[in-house]
């Protein structure tokens, strides 16, 4: 090889390199800055583990098919924040607010609790958890921290104003509340109108004080079909398969609150609010499972009794083999697979119901 051709080589060699190095930065970069994720045993991932709670999933099998193993989430792998978190192009997933550093709340966290509800009792038979509004102190906490390391509230602010913040709450108000009367009266005191009324009126007092504090880009996460859950199934489904319209139909009518909200709150200056039809998009995936890869949708990979449903996930029980192929983990929560698929659609939305006003995706851009 003559000298000018193996200097050539080397040029495009180098070209190449630099060419691979700019499309790593490239990768690398988030579509935003950061992050901030509020929510249930859904999406939690780890803020139960240090508090006393029967809440906890922080034991195999959980965590089977996620690299760091049993980390408390409840799931064998991703919840679906932690597959939005990669399709936003982070590298990391979205740390525990309980073991965040300050710098790392530059970039989000996350301050789901499971047994979590919009009402300070939800889940109070389970024990410990952080309710929506000690999950929004601890946001305001984490501004704070925020303020301090940019310097000011407008740096601050502008930081805010850019990230993407993602809501799921109320589920646990209807499976751990409304329709549990051993344990709450709410069910007999209000109608599911009322009921509804009531929870939206507490979520939007506290979205406003999220609002105040900087958050600007919003994704209200809707209740999925929990009439559909192996647990419901396993305790008031005549024949196992067939979901529970009474839960199912109470839970259209708080959604329907969630779409109201989401209008109002785009009023406001600067606000970019958006609803995610999770129960639509499951309703979607239970009318042709096989299209979506799935096989098994009305029973635990893990779990004891009817529908593998009536007792959660044990310690150490060995789950099913075929875990991409089951909708539901345990008896309330949905396999990595599901989660995969719902994330999916969350950020680039697949039929028009899915969102409105706007996916994920569009939400980073504005």
């Not at 506290?206 to 880009?217: D, F």
């Not at 150490?316 to 989660?339: G, I, K, S, V």
Request: net charge positive; proline share 4%.
């Amino acid at each position: 090889m003559g000298r000018r051709a193996y200097a050539w080589q080397v040029v495009v060699v180098a070209a190449m390199a630099v060419l691979g190095a700019a499309a790593t930065m490239v990768r690398a970069a988030p579509q935003v800055p950061c992050y901030f994720i509020f929510g249930d045993s859904l999406v939690d991932n780890g803020n139960n583990n240090f508090i006393v709670s029967m809440a906890r999933a922080n034991y195999p099998p959980y965590g089977i098919d996620f690299a760091g193993g049993p980390t408390g989430r409840f799931s064998n792998g991703l919840t679906t924040v932690d597959a939005i978190a990669k399709l936003l192009g982070f590298d990391d997933f979205v740390p525990p607010f309980s073991g965040a550093s300050s710098q790392q709340l530059l970039r989000g966290a996350n301050f789901a609790s499971a047994a979590a509800g919009i009402r300070e009792e939800t889940g109070q038979q389970l024990g410990g958890r952080i309710s929506f509004s000690g999950q929004v102190q601890n946001y305001q906490s984490a501004v704070q921290e925020v303020i301090s390391i940019l310097g000011d509230k407008d740096s601050a602010a502008t930081h805010l104003s850019r990230c993407i913040f993602t809501v799921g709450m109320g589920s646990n108000d209807y499976l751990n509340n409304y329709f549990m009367p051993a344990f709450y009266s709410t069910g007999s005191r209000y109608t599911p109108e009322q009921y509804a009324d009531a929870l939206a009126q507490d979520y939007s007092r506290l979205l406003q004080v999220m609002y105040r504090y900087g958050a600007r880009k919003v994704a209200l996460i809707g209740v999925g079909q929990v009439g559909c859950s192996p647990n419901e199934l396993a305790q008031r489904s005549a024949n196992g398969v067939t979901c529970v319209e009474q839960i199912n139909h109470a839970v259209r009518i708080f959604n329907q609150r969630l779409v109201g909200m989401v209008d109002r709150f785009n009023k406001l200056p600067g606000a970019h609010f958006t609803y995610i039809n999770i129960y639509g998009i499951f309703d979607d995936i239970l009318k042709s499972p096989g299209a979506h890869g799935l096989k098994v949708t009305n029973a635990g990979c893990c779990g004891v009794g009817r529908n593998n449903g009536q007792v959660t996930c044990l310690p150490f029980q060995m789950p099913c083999a075929n875990r991409h192929q089951y909708l539901f983990w345990d008896a309330f929560h949905p396999t990595e697979a599901a989660n995969i698929l719902v994330a999916q659609r969350t950020y680039s939305a697949k039929l028009a119901s899915d969102v409105h006003p706007v996916d994920l995706r569009t939400l980073a851009r504005l």
